[in-house]
């Protein structure tokens, strides 16, 4: 029996204990290292191997052979044994649900998008379709189709950008009264929300693109008192259960009669009291609105005879203004968040 064999053991053993204390894959490493590395203990041992007299040499080489096989089997064991020690750590690595989350930076809903939203709803209940239309029109929908003829000075009012002498961008969106009875027999109740546009200098009170949202019904038997209880309907909606509505005389080509339609002061609540909104008379206007004009029922197609209808015209931004008691239209599209936020 060779001497190397009570050598071998004995680091065999020293390798053991090690290998029994290590918890973590970095000092096994080392410990491989230290005992089969190229310098390691078994190496060393190995090298003596020149030494011996040439017939033990097999025979030896055989003995570390054998060795080095096993302490490879008790670090691989080493090995799997702290794998399995992450592992379980892992798994009973305890989360805490009610830990408070970070705040996120959520954006918040534009007032004018939440408005037109809550017409939209207040209207869809009603039992109305909203839809939308382009921003660009021909004219022949723009002015002609809505009883506004080449010629009639209230094309001038509306002051439009013009994109061809026959195109341009809808200063309105009652084009949509006109697509919508194109295209659907009678009765027809619908919303049309959108952006419109009109060559108007931007100032306090003024933007050149701003939102309305159209209204349309046309029935058998619609009359004035309709349009009056679904405006009236609307403003409580969007300003509180104790609004009131006022229409006063007006002229659009496309109604007939026509109105213009006031809302209570929702800063003064109507008093008119030194009011900066209303500059003291108690109302709000919100738009236009009236009967639909015969020519109008007729163009689409419509008998005037059969069916009658109302339209009103509301402007988005206005209502805004008043709802959040804004003094400057402008304060809508700069870019301030942490002041749209606050208006909900
Ligand atoms: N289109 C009109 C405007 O922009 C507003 C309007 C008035 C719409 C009367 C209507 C209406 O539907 O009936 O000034």
């Given at each position: 029996?060779?001497?190397?064999?009570?050598?071998?053991?004995?680091?065999?053993?020293?390798?053991?204990?090690?290998?029994?204390?290590?918890?973590?894959?970095?000092?096994?490493?080392?410990?491989?290292?230290?005992?089969?590395?190229?310098?390691?203990?078994?190496?060393?041992?190995?090298?003596?191997?020149?030494?011996?007299?040439?017939?033990?040499?097999?025979?030896?080489?055989?003995?570390?052979?054998?060795?080095?096989?096993?302490?490879?089997?008790?670090?691989?064991?080493?090995?799997?044994?702290?794998?399995?020690?992450?592992?379980?750590?892992?798994?009973?690595?305890?989360?805490?649900?009610?830990?408070?989350?970070?705040?996120?930076?959520?954006?918040?809903?534009?007032?004018?998008?939440?408005?037109?939203?809550?017409?939209?709803?207040?209207?869809?209940?009603?039992?109305?379709?909203?839809?939308?239309?382009?921003?660009?029109?021909?004219?022949?929908?723009t002015f002609?189709?809505?009883?506004?003829?080449?010629?009639?000075?209230?094309?001038?009012?509306?002051?439009?950008?013009?994109?061809?002498?026959?195109?341009?961008?809808?200063?309105?969106?009652?084009?949509?009264?006109?697509?919508?009875?194109?295209?659907?027999?009678?009765?027809?109740?619908?919303?049309?929300?959108?952006?419109?546009?009109?060559?108007?200098?931007?100032?306090?009170?003024?933007?050149f693109q701003?939102?309305?949202?159209?209204?349309?019904?046309?029935?058998?038997?619609?009359?004035?008192?309709?349009?009056?209880?679904?405006?009236?309907?609307?403003?409580?909606?969007?300003?509180?259960?104790d609004q009131?509505?006022?229409?006063?005389?007006?002229?659009?080509?496309?109604?007939?009669?026509?109105?213009?339609?006031?809302?209570?002061?929702?800063?003064?609540?109507?008093?008119?009291?030194?009011?900066?909104?209303?500059?003291?008379?108690?109302?709000?206007?919100?738009?236009?609105?009236?009967?639909?004009?015969?020519?109008?029922?007729?163009?689409?197609?419509?008998?005037?005879?059969?069916?009658?209808?109302?339209?009103?015209?509301?402007?988005?931004?206005?209502?805004?203004?008043?709802?959040?008691?804004?003094?400057?239209?402008?304060?809508?599209?700069?870019?301030?968040?942490?002041?749209?936020?606050?208006?909900?």
């Open positions: 029996m060779s001497a190397l064999q009570p050598q071998l053991d004995e680091i065999a053993r020293r390798l053991r204990d090690a290998a029994d204390a290590v918890n973590d894959s970095a000092e096994l490493e080392e410990l491989r290292v230290r005992f089969l590395g190229r310098s390691g203990e078994v190496t060393l041992v190995r090298r003596g191997i020149g030494a011996l007299p040439p017939a033990e040499r097999p025979d030896a080489g055989k003995l570390i052979n054998d060795a080095v096989a096993q302490m490879e089997m008790v670090l691989d064991a080493a090995s799997a044994r702290i794998a399995r020690g992450a592992l379980d750590e892992e798994l009973q690595r305890r989360i805490d649900v009610t830990f408070p989350a970070p705040d996120a930076a959520l954006g918040s809903i534009h007032p004018v998008r939440r408005i037109i939203e809550e017409i939209a709803e207040t209207f869809e209940r009603l039992g109305f379709a909203t839809v939308l239309g382009a921003e660009v029109e021909p004219s022949y929908y002609d189709a809505l009883n506004i003829p080449a010629d009639h000075p209230a094309r001038e009012g509306f002051d439009s950008f013009f994109i061809t002498p026959e195109l341009l961008l809808r200063p309105h969106t009652s084009p949509m009264q006109i697509r919508t009875m194109q295209q659907h027999r009678p009765p027809v109740a619908i919303l049309a929300p959108g952006r419109c546009y009109r060559r108007d200098a931007v100032d306090a009170r003024h933007l701003f939102h309305q949202v159209e209204g349309l019904l046309v029935a058998e038997g619609i009359n004035f008192g309709h349009l009056k209880g679904a405006l009236a309907h609307l403003s409580r909606t969007l300003f509180g259960p009131r509505v006022r229409f006063r005389p007006s002229f659009f080509p496309f109604t007939e009669p026509s109105a213009e339609v006031d809302t209570t002061c929702p800063k003064c609540k109507g008093s008119g009291a030194s009011c900066s909104m209303c500059g003291g008379s108690g109302w709000i206007e919100i738009g236009g609105a009236g009967m639909v004009h015969p020519n109008v029922l007729r163009e689409v197609g419509y008998d005037p005879a059969e069916v009658s209808g109302w339209a009103f015209g509301v402007g988005v931004e206005r209502i805004a203004l008043a709802r959040y008691e804004i003094d400057d239209i402008r304060r809508l599209i700069e870019s301030e968040p942490d002041f749209l936020r606050q208006l909900q």
